[in-house]
């Protein structure tokens, strides 16, 4: 069965780190450009970083950029989102998702993980 799981989210003080993982079962991740996205409550699902097959390029949202990072590692299966300085604004469900470029448009990305929740709050 083709799944990803996202997983490391939770409550985090303002200022805080998270380093959440995004994981493939059932399909190779490094044949896929991995997006990486979020959704805060009443808000449309926006786009947060992008990384490339090869990680030869990576994309971060102007909201993130010099916060937050995105690597891959290919033997393991598995994107790392790390998130460091985080803000209460940074709080949503983040997801990762599949597509065969690194593109910013949401409907370019088909297999979807099923969120891993954010709160920053003191």
């Known amino acids: 069965q083709v799944q990803l799981v996202e997983s490391g989210g939770g409550l985090v003080q303002p200022g805080g780190s998270l380093r959440l993982s995004c994981a493939a079962f059932?399909?190779?991740?490094?044949?896929?450009?991995i997006g990486w996205f979020r959704q805060a409550p009443g808000k449309e699902r926006e786009v947060v970083s992008c990384i490339s097959r090869s990680e030869g390029s990576t994309y971060y949202a102007d909201s993130v950029k010099g916060r937050f990072t995105i690597s891959r590692d290919n033997t393991k299966n598995t994107v790392y989102p790390q998130m460091n300085s985080l803000k209460p604004e940074d709080t949503a469900v983040y997801y990762c998702?599949?597509?065969?470029?690194?593109?910013?448009?949401?409907?370019?990305?088909?297999?979807w993980g099923q969120g891993t929740q954010v709160t920053v709050s003191s």
């Open positions: 998702a599949t597509a065969v470029i690194a593109t910013l448009r949401v409907d370019d990305y088909n297999y």
């Open positions: 059932g399909f190779t991740l490094d044949y896929y450009a």
